[in-house]
């Protein structure tokens, strides 16, 4: 059965999980899923560096100021090239749409979006996020602050997610031992192989994601992107993602893509 609500919190700084979220995202949306991207790594404000144009109300505004203004109201749609060179676009089905809720605030606002009330709040929209979505994605920094907390409590589901090195492979154990301590698991373990080195132990890792070029979304431009992505959308969301592949190459679709 797929879930609604998955929190992907990063194991360390700079393991990738904005660009993780987003790709996912893509590839739900790709399946005909209705996709929210909620960002509670407030310190970063990685996802609004993604999305154009003016962003007001942010994620914070909504957890702050107390008023009753809808999720909508913060929300911007991301809108990816709809060029997918692996897959065979007509064999997919319509796709959905992917809408973000992005943090972009002065310090005063963050540090007040951080206060336990602020994230008793939070919760309350990712509640409010999965009665209108299919899926629910919260961006998630390494748990240190509240915002975190709330998102991995509030998900149905947790996915760490690592770097495909050593480093990644100890953040993990230290993450599930904060999990824990919060009282809740680490439900899957996404790897990112950015240096192509497969340096992450297969066995401690639910799908491996490798390097994806170019700005994000591009996980959906080769097979392995393909294949990596229907894995993780399976192990964090129980969704299943059956992909048609395009029957004229890979390796020509791509160029193609590249050159137009």
């Given at each position: ?79 990816p090239d709809p060029d997918r060179a692996a897959l065979d676009a007509e064999a997919l089905p319509e796709p959905g749409r992917i809408v973000c ?89 996404l790897a990112t192989d950015r240096a192509g080195t497969g340096a992450f132990p297969e066995a401690d890792a639910d799908a491996i994601l490798p ?50």
């Open positions: 059965m797929a879930l609604s609500t998955a929190a992907l919190v990063g194991a360390t700084g700079g393991a990738g999980t904005t660009r993780t979220c987003l790709e996912l995202a893509n590839a739900l949306a790709a399946g005909g899923d209705d996709v929210a991207v909620l960002d509670t790594a407030y310190d970063t404000q990685g996802l609004a560096r993604h999305l154009p144009g003016r962003i007001d109300p942010d994620a914070t505004t909504l957890v702050t100021d107390g008023s009753d203004r809808p999720l909508s109201a913060g929300t911007i749609e991301y809108d809720l992005p943090a972009r605030a002065p310090f005063e606002r963050l540090a007040r979006a951080k206060a336990p009330e602020a994230a008793q709040e939070l919760e309350q929209r990712i509640t409010a996020a999965a009665t209108a979505f299919d899926r629910v994605l919260i961006d998630t920094p390494p748990l240190g602050s509240n915002p975190a907390v709330a998102a991995v409590t509030a998900a149905e589901r947790v996915a760490v997610v690592a770097p495909a090195t050593e480093r990644g492979v100890d953040a993990v154990q230290t993450i599930r031992g904060r999990l824990q301590d919060v009282g809740t698991n680490a439900d899957a373990v390097q994806f070029d170019g700005e994000a979304p591009a996980g959906l431009e080769t097979e392995a992107g393909v294949d990596a992505l229907a894995a993780a959308a399976d192990v964090v969301l129980g969704r299943e993602l059956d992909f048609p592949l395009a029957e004229d190459g890979l390796v020509a679709a791509v160029e193609s893509l590249r050159e137009n």
